[in-house]
T-cell receptor, first 113, second 115 residues
Framework: KAGVTQTPRYLIKTRGQQVTLSCSPI?????VSWYQQTPGQGLQFLFE???????NKGNFPGRFSGRQFSNSRSEMNVSTLELGDSALYLC????????????FGEGSRLTVL | AQKITQTQPGMFVQEKEAVTLDCTYD???????LFWYKQPSSGEMIFLIY??????QNATEGRYSLNFQKARKSANLVISASQLGDSAMYFC????????????FGKGTSLLVTP
């Protein structure tokens, strides 16, 4: 069973640009969530999607957006990039079983210059 | 609001010894779940163990066990018989009744296992 796949793994952008990150969840998982990890702030919840609907949203500005497609694949977009957006962006999927444990991908490491 | 506190930024343990990683939490949710994840240098978060707030027994998964003390609001991870491959960052996380499936993470503990 394939795990959570995130693309691209690494990318470099400059301030003001936008970026789109992609996440393919484990087959059968309908919940996809996104987290930002930085040395200063640690792991912070961005948003969660289930059946193409955003159910939860963290405390991030509107420059951060996402969507989920009918096949459960998800994308997140960051517009007007700032230096502080440099981070590891982790996607996780869940089967919403008993524990609802999240299975994470290896992340997309974004560097903003 | 929920808060997860991991007070040990870094820990050392010798191979084959046991080690305890501390985690305390604060929440007003009547029902919640506690998780531990391992993050090696590759970046992927690996699920280790889960404890529900109403579970009567402490969770165990192979060499991992969770020492859950509800009254003290602590959920310490115990790794027995440490291996070199256990060297990684370890994160404690919580999900509350009112937070959907969003996890609230602690700052993490860096564990180094020495030969």
């Amino acid at each position: 069973k394939a795990g959570v796949t995130q693309t691209p793994r690494y990318l470099i952008k400059t301030r003001g640009q936008q970026v789109t990150l992609s996440c393919s969840p484990i087959s059968g998982h309908r919940s996809v969530s996104w987290y930002q990890q930085t040395p200063g702030q640690g792991l912070q919840f961005l948003f969660e999607y289930f059946s193409e609907t955003q159910r939860n949203k963290g405390n991030f500005p509107g420059r951060f957006s996402g969507r989920q497609f009918s096949n459960s694949r998800s994308e997140m977009n960051v517009s007007t990039l700032e230096l502080g957006d440099s981070a590891l962006y982790l996607c996780a999927s869940s089967s919403l079983g008993d524990t609802g444990e999240l299975f994470f991908g290896e992340g997309s490491r974004l560097t903003v210059l | 609001a929920q808060k997860i506190t991991q007070t040990q930024p870094g820990m050392f343990v010798q191979e084959k010894e046991a080690v305890t990683l501390d985690c305390t939490y604060d929440t007003s949710d009547p029902s919640y779940g506690l998780f531990w994840y391992k993050q090696p240098s590759s970046g992927e978060m690996i699920f280790l163990i889960y404890q529900g707030s109403y579970d009567q027994q402490n969770a165990t998964e192979g060499r991992y066990s969770l020492n859950f003390q509800k009254a003290r609001k602590s959920a310490n991870l115990v790794i027995s018989a440490s291996q070199l491959g256990d060297s990684a960052m370890y994160f404690c996380a919580m999900r509350g009744l009112n937070s959907g499936y969003a996890l609230n993470f602690g700052k993490g503990t860096s564990l180094l296992v020495t030969p």
